[in-house]
């Protein structure tokens, strides 16, 4: 039988903290009082709220220099999906996990979602990869995939696609996610416009085999492994083409994916105002499409996204229905503990952003007080909803602290023992 944290051990740590926890949030719900918000409403949020887990992060990643893996990772999706479950159970913010394929592939699909199920864990969307070559696999990648100037390699591309919704539609997936990694390193190497042709092309082959619940969304990036141009490099090309394909297709942004001094709230503003906002992959970055830990670099921006969200589910957007997702490297950090974090920082963002009192900020916008409507943004921010974060969990069955519990489990060092390191094991980006 493989380990799983004992429910008493999670019983026991959180007796030793709960005297703290409770003063805590006795104290903020008074200052929030006095700034006329009410702490249960924003618990109750906090506590709904949920973002996915990537099977791919729970495995140590690397750079293009090297990986130096981590004791006890997980071998196959089975094992990722434990540490999914894991992370789930003591954090309550991660009930599904967004699997990729072919990394996930298994033989038998019906076996995997009812051991998900066991687990507690369901899925989100699915993603395929076409920016690597697989084994046994009959035509390269290497030149491009779905925009590839051989319509054979651009068949074999759309074939992984449609298989991956299949796969999907097994797991309870209601989502196709699609990044391409085709784009040109040399100016002069493809033609900037027909590759979007064969874009378009290509997706409408996809798109014809959505199920009537599915959305299929499109992931763009601006550079890396294409070093000159990607096909699908921005939120305006990957808009031109959602609009272009039908009201199933929306633009999904994953915050590395933008040149450094983006806005990128505003872009979520302006795709949730097109109701084309497919939802997130989230990380943080410093230079580049770093994939480091959500929250880590610029909580700020974070919030700042979230404040965003905060406003259109307001002000009841038309079509605001964002899937939200981790996409993040762990390449010296137990990514479990990683991924921990990262939940709860983006959870945090959302609790903050609750925390804005948005009638008086709207009031001092329309006055033109600038610093007062900044003042009252910065409130929302600066506010520390640790308080109700610890207590959404803890209501909801998880960890008051959860990296602590995490690491008096032991949870790590059984793995180690039980997973014996395999050659070639597809955890992690590498
Ligand atoms: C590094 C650096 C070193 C080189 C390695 C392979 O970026 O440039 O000089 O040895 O790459
Ligand atoms: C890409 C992109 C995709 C992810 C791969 C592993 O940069 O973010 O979403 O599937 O990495
Ligand atoms: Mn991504
Ligand atoms: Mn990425």
Same mark, same amino acid.
């Given at each position: 039988?493989?380990?799983?944290?004992?429910?008493?051990?999670?019983?026991?740590?959180?007796?030793?903290?709960?005297?703290?926890?409770?003063?805590?949030?006795? /104290?903020?719900?008074?200052?929030?009082?006095?700034?006329?918000?009410?702490?249960? @409403?924003?618990?109750?949020?906090?506590? /709904?709220?949920?973002?996915?887990?990537? @099977?791919?992060? *729970?495995? @140590?990643?690397?750079? #293009?220099?090297?990986?130096?893996?981590?004791?006890?990772?997980?071998?196959?999706?089975?094992?990722?999906?434990?540490?999914? /479950?894991?992370?789930?159970?003591?954090?309550?913010?991660?009930?599904?996990?967004?699997?990729?394929?072919?990394?996930?592939?298994?033989?038998?699909?019906?076996?995997?979602?009812?051991?998900?199920?066991?687990?507690?864990?369901?899925?989100?969307?699915?993603?395929?990869?076409?920016?690597?070559?697989?084994?046994?696999?009959?035509?390269?990648?290497?030149?491009?995939?779905?925009?590839? &100037?051989?319509? /054979?390699?651009?068949?074999?591309?759309?074939?992984?696609?449609?298989?991956?919704?299949?796969?999907?539609?097994?797991?309870?997936?209601?989502?196709? %996610?699609?990044?391409?990694?085709?784009?040109?390193?040399?100016?002069?190497?493809?033609?900037?416009?027909?590759?979007?042709?064969?874009?378009?092309?290509?997706?409408?082959?996809?798109?014809?085999?959505?199920?009537?619940?599915?959305?299929?969304?499109?992931?763009?990036?601006?550079?890396?492994?294409?070093?000159?141009?990607?096909?699908?490099?921005?939120?305006?090309?990957?808009?031109?083409?959602?609009?272009?394909?039908?009201?199933?297709?929306?633009?999904?942004?994953?915050?590395?994916?933008?040149?450094?001094?983006?806005?990128?709230?505003?872009? *979520?503003?302006?795709?949730?105002?097109?109701? #084309?906002?497919?939802?997130?992959?989230?990380?943080?970055?410093?230079?580049?499409?770093?994939?480091?830990?959500?929250?880590?670099?610029?909580?700020?921006?974070?919030?700042?996204?979230?404040?965003?969200?905060?406003?259109?589910?307001?002000?009841?957007?038309?079509?605001?229905? =964002?899937?939200?997702?981790?996409?993040?490297?762990?390449?010296? %950090?137990?990514?479990?503990?990683?991924?921990?974090?990262? &939940?709860?920082?983006?959870?945090?963002?959302?609790?903050?952003?609750?925390?804005?009192?948005? =009638?008086?900020?709207? &009031?001092?916008?329309?006055?033109?007080?600038?610093?007062?409507?900044?003042?009252?943004?910065?409130?929302?921010?600066? @506010?520390?909803?640790?308080?109700?974060?610890?207590?959404?969990?803890?209501?909801?069955?998880?960890?008051?602290?959860?990296?602590?519990?995490?690491?008096?489990?032991?949870?790590?060092?059984?793995?180690?023992?039980?997973?014996?390191?395999? &050659?070639?094991?597809?955890?992690?980006?590498?």
């Amino acid at each position: 039988m493989s380990y799983r944290i004992p429910e008493s051990l999670i019983a026991e740590e959180n007796a030793r903290r709960a005297s703290a926890l409770e003063d805590e949030y006795a /104290a903020l719900g008074r200052q929030l009082k006095r700034r006329g918000l009410d702490i249960e @409403t924003i618990t109750a949020k906090a506590a /709904a709220y949920a973002v996915a887990v990537p @099977t791919w992060g *729970v495995g @140590t990643g690397g750079t #293009r220099f090297g990986r130096f893996p981590g004791a006890g990772e997980p071998r196959n999706v089975f094992d990722k999906l434990e540490d999914c /479950a894991t992370i789930q159970q003591l954090t309550r913010v991660t009930p599904t996990c967004s699997p990729h394929i072919p990394w996930d592939k298994v033989g038998d699909y019906r076996e995997l979602a009812e051991r998900a199920k066991a687990l507690g864990v369901g899925f989100d969307a699915i993603n395929s990869n076409t920016f690597q070559d697989q084994p046994g696999q009959k035509l390269s990648y290497k030149f491009g995939s779905l925009t590839h &100037a051989s319509k /054979a390699v651009r068949d074999q591309a759309v074939a992984h696609n449609i298989e991956c919704i299949e796969i999907g539609e097994k797991l309870g997936s209601k989502a196709l %996610t699609v990044w391409i990694a085709d784009g040109s390193n040399f100016p002069g190497q493809s033609n900037l416009d027909r590759v979007f042709d064969w874009y378009l092309e290509s997706l409408t082959a996809i798109y014809a085999r959505l199920p009537g619940d599915w959305r299929v969304f499109l992931e763009h990036k601006l550079f890396e492994p294409a070093f000159y141009s990607t096909v699908i490099s921005d939120w305006g090309t990957s808009l031109m083409a959602a609009h272009a394909l039908g009201p199933k297709a929306f633009c999904l942004v994953d915050l590395g994916h933008h040149a450094p001094t983006v806005n990128v709230e505003q872009v *979520v503003a302006r795709l949730i105002r097109a109701g #084309r906002l497919a939802g997130f992959h989230f990380n943080d970055s410093k230079y580049g499409d770093d994939d480091l830990d959500a929250g880590s670099i610029d909580p700020f921006r974070l919030f700042r996204v979230f404040n965003e969200l905060v406003d259109a589910a307001e002000r009841k957007a038309p079509g605001f229905d =964002p899937a939200y997702m981790l996409d993040q490297s762990h390449n010296v %950090t137990d990514p479990i503990e990683s991924l921990m974090m990262s &939940a709860i920082e983006v959870q945090r963002a959302y609790s903050q952003a609750l925390a804005v009192d948005r =009638p008086a900020q709207k &009031a001092a916008q329309d006055d033109s007080d600038v610093i007062e409507a900044h003042r009252l943004l910065k409130a929302g921010f600066l @506010t520390d909803v640790s308080p109700i974060l610890a207590e959404a969990r803890r209501r909801r069955g998880g960890a008051i602290d959860p990296v602590a519990t995490y690491r008096a489990s032991g949870y790590r060092a059984r793995k180690a023992e039980e997973r014996p390191a395999v &050659a070639g094991s597809s955890s992690g980006i590498v």
